[in-house]
Structures are given as C-alpha cells and as structure tokens.
C-alpha cells in the first residue's frame, strides 16, 4: 500500500508539475501578438456573429446561385485586384509583371464585359495578387502586431494599413449612387467570404486552438509573400509553405 500510495504520489506531483509547465507556456506572451486576450475575445465575437448569420448567408449563395453567376461575381472583384496588383508590382519595380497586370485590367474590362468574363487568363496572361500590405513589406515597413477584427479577419497594423488605403483608393468608392456602392461593397463581402469557405475546413481539422492556429498561418502567409517565398531562416526557420487562410473582404 505504502509503495502505491508514494507512486500515486509521484504521478500526481509529475501531473501538476505538468500543468503548470503548460499554464506557463499558455502564459508566455507572443511577440507577433502582444494583444492577444483583446485579439481571442475579439475572434470569439467574430466566430459568433459569422456563424449566426454571415456564415449561412454565404452558404446559401454558394447553394443557390448557379457557378457561372458566381465566377462572373468573382471575375468581376477580380479585375479590381489586378489593378491594385499592377500598382503594387510598379512601387516594387516589377514593370514587365505590371504590364502583364495592367494589360489584363484592359482586356478583362472591355472585352471581358466589366471584367465578368476572365479572357486574359483564357489567353495564358498569368494573375499575380500583390497588394499594399506586401509593398510596404518590401519597403522596410516593420510588420507591426497582430490584431483580429471581426468580420474582418486577421491583419497586422502594416496590412490593415494597406487596407486602408486600398479601401479608400478603391473604384467603387468613387461611384455617386450610395445605393449601387453600397450594394457593391455588400456583394463584394459575400464573394470573398463564401470563397472562404473551402478554407475552412484546414482549420476544423487540422487545429485544437484554432484562433492559434489561423494567426501562425496568416502571419507565416505573409512572410512568404513579401519575401516571395524566401524567408531568412532567422526569420523564420521552417520554410515549409502556409496553409490557405480565408481572403480579406474589403475590395
């Protein structure tokens, strides 16, 4: 009895010594997210309100609207991002990729009818995706800390920046109807969050914290990006490319 009595012992202390090695480390704080209590609070308002009614809205799109009327859909924000695509690829002094960006806008928007129609890519013009976030990147601007705003997603004070200035410099805040702008903005949400939600499944399966597991992707997504899939490995060390995370909303 004596003998099982002192291994029960030694288990529970070994158990408890866990448990605090554990409730350290949750602890510890992360240098990409020094914001995290507001950040996982702010993914639970997220995770709460898309799921209530975002989430349903976007899959009764895909679940009803034929998949031509949702490619055009996407087509159509698409050619939107090949502008801002060509911008960013000129500040980084990429002119023969922004050529190839701008020549897709002008094909996409006159023969592609407003761009609903991809006829560029149908002609083997390649689609980059670059915006101002990557720029500023590559730039020298330091990424900044992590935040997640609702409805929104994950972003970093340098890509919510670029965000920022992609909103305000978008086309269709130039349009004068208040309606058809809103409207538009409206419908260019649900395209990107229904797209999401193949991505979704990566994150149901693949992750116990999943609000961990979508910051380390997004942040390591990112990295990737501005240094074109070339990290320093004191940067980051594994080099191992990122899983999908779901898009940003705002066109």
Not at 25 to 46: L, T
Not at 74 to 92: K, M, R
Not at 129 to 150: C, S
């Amino acid at each position: 009895m004596n003998r099982r009595g002192s291994l029960f012992r030694s288990l529970a202390l070994l158990l408890a010594g866990a448990s605090l090695l554990l409730a350290g480390c949750a602890a510890a704080p992360n240098k990409d997210d020094p914001f995290e209590p507001w950040n996982r609070a702010m993914y639970e308002v997220h995770q709460t309100v898309d799921g209530a009614i975002v989430k349903p809205i976007a899959q009764a799109y895909v679940a009803n609207v034929p998949e031509l009327i949702r490619t055009g859909v996407s087509n159509f924000f698409g050619n939107i991002d090949d502008l801002f695509t060509g911008i960013n690829n000129v500040l980084e002094g990429r002119g023969d990729q922004a050529g190839d960006d701008f020549g897709r806008v002008l094909l996409n928007s006159t023969m592609g009818v407003g761009g609903i129609f991809d006829l560029a890519s149908m002609m083997g013009i390649n689609k980059d995706k670059k915006d101002f976030g990557i720029t500023f990147g590559k730039w020298g601007a330091p990424q900044g800390p992590y935040f997640f705003v609702p409805l929104f997603g994950p972003t970093t004070l340098r890509d919510g920046t670029g965000t920022a200035v992609r909103f305000f410099l978008s086309p269709i805040g130039y349009i004068n109807e208040i309606p058809v702008r809103n409207t538009l903005y409206g419908i260019g949400y649900l395209d990107t969050r229904a797209q999401a939600l193949s991505a979704e499944s990566v994150l149901d399966t693949a992750a116990l914290d999943k609000y961990r597991f979508l910051r380390n992707a997004y942040l390591k997504n990112r990295r990737f990006q501005v240094y074109d899939g070339k990290p320093p490995p004191e940067e980051d060390e594994d080099q191992t490319p990122p899983p999908a995370v779901p898009g940003n909303p705002v066109k």
